[in-house]
């Protein structure tokens, strides 16, 4: 059984960091890309970050402007979303996602998805 | 960026009604459409995968259908555990784009 399990999230005043990690297991997880999706209250979803399967290839959201940085470490399963300069609109909850074996090659065709951790960004 | 538009943003229907949800594209994204379920509360569900294919588990109560610009999700019989709110999603080209969401209420 695929379970992805997002911690990390909490409360931070504007302009802080927080790192957010996504443990994963089920699958071969070094052969897939890992995303992370984000849901502001009441909004909403939102794609924010991946990185492939190798951790060779990493992609953001314009709307990010370099603050986020995504890694992993395939001896671990485990991906990672450190997020730097954090502003009130960054407030959300924050899945990590994977896609499904059946799905075909297609990183953003997420198939899997964790329960979410909550980032708050307020003084 | 591809564009996602959702109609209606909200319908009420009563249980064992169908419904219909339209999704609509600014640009030709081929069959790449995926839809989710999210409850309140919870993460979201995959269910529909390259416009029609359900996703492991999901009951044929949910069928996806169109391609180029349009597609369409429909919910037969619908049940108390159906009323949440669906997302569209393109993963045709980079960024993959959601629509706004359209959620199913209890009428």
């Known amino acids: 059984e695929v379970q992805l399990l997002e911690s990390g999230g909490g409360l931070v005043q504007p302009g802080g960091s927080l790192r957010l990690s996504c443990a994963a297991s089920?699958?071969?997880?070094?052969?897939?890309?890992m995303s992370w999706v984000r849901q502001a209250p009441g909004k909403g979803l939102e794609w924010v970050s991946g990185?492939?399967?190798?951790?060779?290839?990493?992609y953001y959201a314009d709307s990010l402007q370099g603050r986020f940085t995504i890694s992993r470490d395939n001896s671990k399963n485990t991906v990672s979303l450190q997020m730097n300069s954090l502003r009130a609109e960054d407030t959300a909850v924050y899945y990590c996602?994977?896609?499904?074996?059946?799905?075909?090659?297609?990183?953003?065709?997420?198939?899997?998805w964790g329960q979410g951790t909550l980032v708050t960004v307020s003084s | 960026d591809i564009q996602m538009t959702q109609s209606p943003s909200s319908l009420s229907a009563s249980v064992g009604d169908s419904v219909t949800i339209t999704c609509r594209a600014s640009?030709?994204?081929?069959?790449?459409l995926a839809w989710f379920q999210q409850r309140p509360g919870r993460a979201p569900k995959s269910l529909i995968y390259?416009?029609?294919r359900l996703q492991s588990g999901v009951p044929s109560k949910f069928s996806g259908g169109g391609s180029g610009t349009d597609f369409t999700l429909t919910i037969s019989s619908l049940q108390p555990e159906d009323f949440a709110t669906y997302y569209c999603?393109?993963?045709?080209?980079?960024?993959?784009?959601f629509g706004g969401g359209t959620k199913v209420e209890i009428k």
């Open positions: 990185i492939s399967g190798s951790g060779g290839n990493t």
């Open positions: 089920g699958f071969t997880f070094s052969n897939y890309a």
């Open positions: 996602a994977t896609p499904a074996p059946q799905s075909g090659n297609y990183d953003w065709a997420w198939g899997y």
């Open positions: 640009r030709g994204i081929n069959i790449y």
């Open positions: 390259a416009t029609s």
């Open positions: 999603q393109q993963y045709n080209s980079y960024p993959p784009t």
